[in-house]
């Protein structure tokens, strides 16, 4: 269907030596039964590599399943899950799957308040953070795409990076930088642009502001890591169309492709590959709000959602389509890369 990259969520929880998978369905993955969660993933990564499949790793959170209660890529006043922990274990990830499928590190999954962008804070400023952590991954393992999410202003968490503007992420190895948001429909969260009268007019403006002018710009790479919808509002396929077409290269009005000569439009990942059952016991939050939405597969996780790939299938690349395998790149060029979710 197109697709040639994973974006895999894990937490430092599941990193941990004694941690052991439990939520697995073993009589259809008896390879699996008594592996530690590192150790699956393993698995993941050695089979996408060996079909040409490529990953991004999603830091989603310090503890299991506890993204909606962090709000910084650290726990205050916990001993084990500190910023040297999470440096550390990106570093290890890094050595572990270099020269792999693994090309590139979304460092910390939506980013919110009170997580700020240029205020100089050690503490809370995250572009700050971002660069330690990225020059620490680089030191050890160049060759990744080092992804950084926004924060949260007026926008879904991770999805503000006007402070780009005026303090942009420096890495040792810059142009392995990429700028990532999230962006979903009124069915996640009722947004106030939602119910604007301007509506779905007001939504470029929008985009743009937070995010579009990096790439309009030209200062760097903008990954879209996460949208998604459930259809269940009239507006959710306004939305999905517009999106769409803004991703496509329509940044400021419809049927008007502003990408420069030779450039594809934005490369993303859609949440998720999973039919999107109701959540399991300890599933909370976001991400439990998420799951509602359905992803690509049906609830059998065989059949694919031929609805939802009619829209996806106007944002694929169309070179991808034709060979129907992944187009390896190391570095964050401006060609289409089309992601599921793990």
Same mark, same amino acid.
């Given at each position: *269907?197109?697709? $040639?990259?994973?974006? =895999?969520?894990?937490?430092?929880?599941?990193?941990?030596?004694?941690?052991?998978?439990?939520?697995?369905?073993?009589?259809? $993955?008896?390879?699996?039964?008594? @592996?530690?969660?590192?150790?699956?993933?393993?698995?993941?990564?050695?089979?996408?590599?060996?079909?040409?499949?490529?990953?991004?790793?999603?830091?989603?959170?310090?503890?299991?399943?506890? *993204?909606?209660?962090?709000?910084?890529?650290?726990?205050?006043?916990?001993?084990? /899950?500190?910023?040297?922990?999470?440096?550390?274990? +990106?570093?290890?990830?890094?050595?572990? /799957?270099?020269?792999?499928?693994?090309?590139?590190?979304?460092?910390?999954?939506?980013?919110?308040? #009170?997580?700020?962008?240029?205020?100089?804070?050690?503490?809370?400023?995250?572009? @700050?953070?971002?660069?330690?952590?990225?020059?620490? =991954?680089?030191? &050890?393992?160049?060759?990744?795409?080092?992804?950084?999410?926004?924060?949260?202003? $007026?926008? +879904?968490?991770?999805?503000? @990076?006007?402070?780009?503007?005026?303090? #942009?992420?420096?890495?040792?190895?810059?142009?392995?930088?990429?700028?990532? &948001?999230?962006? *979903?429909?009124?069915?996640?969260?009722?947004?106030? +642009?939602?119910?604007?009268?301007?509506?779905?007019?007001?939504?470029?403006?929008?985009?743009?502001?937070?995010?579009?002018?990096?790439?309009?710009?030209?200062?760097?790479?903008?990954?879209?890591?996460?949208?998604?919808?459930?259809?269940?509002?009239?507006?959710?396929?306004?939305?999905?169309?517009?999106?769409?077409?803004?991703?496509?290269?329509?940044?400021?009005?419809?049927?008007?492709?502003?990408?420069?000569?030779?450039?594809?439009?934005?490369?993303?990942?859609?949440?998720?590959?999973? #039919?999107?059952?109701?959540?399991?016991?300890?599933?909370?939050?976001?991400?439990?709000?998420?799951?509602?939405?359905?992803?690509?597969?049906?609830?059998?996780?065989?059949?694919?959602?031929?609805?939802?790939?009619? *829209?996806?299938?106007?944002?694929?690349?169309?070179?991808?389509?034709?060979?129907?395998?992944?187009?390896?790149?190391?570095?964050?060029?401006?060609?289409?890369?089309?992601? @599921?979710?793990?």
């Amino acid at each position: *269907y197109g697709f $040639n990259v994973l974006r =895999i969520p894990f937490s430092n929880a599941m990193l941990r030596m004694e941690s052991l998978a439990t939520t697995i369905g073993f009589a259809n $993955n008896p390879d699996l039964e008594g @592996l530690s969660p590192l150790q699956c993933m393993d698995k993941i990564v050695t089979y996408c590599t060996a079909i040409g499949m490529r990953i991004i790793l999603d830091r989603h959170s310090s503890k299991t399943e506890n *993204y909606f209660n962090e709000s910084l890529w650290y726990i205050p006043g916990d001993p084990y /899950y500190t910023e040297e922990r999470y440096i550390a274990d +990106w570093v290890m990830l890094a050595k572990r /799957y270099a020269n792999t499928a693994v090309i590139g590190a979304d460092l910390w999954n939506e980013p919110k308040h #009170p997580c700020s962008w240029g205020s100089g804070s050690i503490n809370t400023d995250w572009n @700050l953070a971002a660069e330690r952590v990225g020059n620490a =991954i680089q030191a &050890v393992n160049p060759d990744w795409l080092i992804i950084v999410e926004g924060v949260a202003n $007026n926008s +879904w968490w991770g999805s503000n @990076l006007q402070g780009v503007a005026t303090h #942009p992420v420096r890495l040792n190895v810059p142009n392995k930088l990429v700028y990532s &948001v999230h962006e *979903y429909a009124d069915d996640a969260f009722n947004l106030t +642009w939602f119910s604007d009268p301007a509506f779905p007019g007001n939504l470029r403006g929008l985009w743009n502001q937070h995010f579009g002018f990096i790439v309009q710009q030209d200062i760097a790479p903008v990954f879209i890591g996460e949208f998604g919808t459930s259809f269940k509002y009239p507006t959710d396929s306004l939305w999905f169309s517009m999106w769409l077409n803004y991703m496509n290269g329509q940044f400021t009005r419809d049927g008007v492709n502003d990408l420069r000569v030779g450039r594809t439009g934005l490369s993303w990942a859609f949440w998720s590959v999973s #039919p999107g059952e109701d959540c399991t016991p300890g599933h909370v939050g976001g991400d439990c709000i998420k799951a509602h939405f359905g992803g690509i597969l049906e609830t059998d996780w065989l059949a694919v959602n031929h609805f939802k790939m009619s *829209y996806l299938n106007t944002a694929m690349s169309q070179k991808v389509l034709s060979s129907g395998t992944a187009t390896p790149s190391k570095a964050p060029t401006k060609s289409r890369r089309r992601t @599921l979710h793990h």
